[in-house]
């Protein structure tokens, strides 16, 4: 399974992005998709995640209220959509297909990983 992440760009504090991962075949669709991301000198961390369904999703608690994940398994695509973005959410943006069907905030749960896409936000 291939991913492909892509959405980001620079945008203004206050401003929205919306980031794609595409897979490139139906395996993605039985399973959960995660979203981490990695700010320069930081460790990766959980963002979002959505169960195979969509019907369970979890959240970082930086991020709740602020960003939405969504999946359209028609297209083997998911989606963050991101609203009122902060300085602080600059970061390279991963999104990664579990080995499950459950979500998981956990990275070893995972074993495919998009190439990452940048976000940068200004103030």
């Known amino acids: 399974v291939q991913l492909q992440a892509s959405g980001g760009g620079l945008v203004q504090a206050g401003g929205s992005l919306r980031l794609s991962c595409a897979a490139s075949?139906?395996?993605?669709?039985?399973?959960?998709v995660g979203w981490f991301r990695q700010a320069p000198g930081k460790e990766r961390e959980f963002v979002a995640a959505?169960?195979?369904?969509?019907?369970?999703?979890q959240y970082a608690d930086s991020v709740k209220g602020r960003f939405t994940i969504f999946r359209d398994n028609a297209k083997n695509t998911v989606y963050l959509q991101m609203n009122s973005l902060k300085p602080e959410d600059t970061a390279v943006y991963y999104c990664?297909?579990?080995?499950?069907?459950?979500?998981?905030?956990?990275?070893?749960?995972?074993?495919?990983w998009g190439q990452g896409t940048q976000v940068t936000v200004s103030s």
């Open positions: 075949r139906r395996t993605s669709s039985n399973n959960a």
């Open positions: 990664a297909i579990a080995r499950g069907s459950g979500s998981s905030s956990y990275d070893k749960d995972y074993n495919y």
């Open positions: 959505i169960s195979w369904r969509g019907s369970s999703t």
